[in-house]
């Protein structure tokens, strides 16, 4: 069993900052992907970036490219997710997701491949 918590959400207005934070615990020493989704009111969870332990390069869906950076600390127990230029079409409740394994191809976007979530984080941008 992993226990996801998310923190860092908030109120910003367009073009502002935000450090979205994700601590893992439990059995955390299977853990190989960590990964962040978002859902909007009335839309489908989408894929945000993940991190692999045997995959040396971050995986971002082309719309955050270049503003958002994934980062694993603390021996992979704590994932972050900074985030900068925020666009009211960032406005989402962000997830944390867990998956015992390295993903790849379609599968690393798909929630149905994550075993474990967070109860997510709320980030408004106001425009």
């Known amino acids: 069993q992993v226990h996801l918590v998310e923190s860092g959400g908030a109120l910003v207005q367009t073009g502002g900052s935000l450090r979205l934070s994700c601590a893992a615990s439990g059995r955390t020493d299977d853990t190989y992907t960590m990964a962040w989704f978002r859902q909007a009111p009335g839309e489908d969870r989408e894929f945000v970036a993940l991190i692999s332990r045997n995959v040396p390069d971050p995986y971002y869906r082309d719309s955050v490219k270049g503003r958002f950076t994934i980062s694993r600390a603390n021996a992979q127990n704590t994932v972050a997710l900074q985030m900068n230029m925020l666009k009211p079409a960032d406005t989402a409740v962000y997830y944390c997701?867990?998956?015992?394994?390295?993903?790849?191809?379609?599968?690393?976007?798909?929630?149905?491949?994550?075993?474990?979530w967070g109860q997510g984080t709320q980030v408004t941008v106001s425009s």
């Open positions: 997701a867990h998956s015992r394994f390295t993903l790849l191809g379609n599968a690393r976007t798909k929630p149905s491949e994550y075993e474990y």
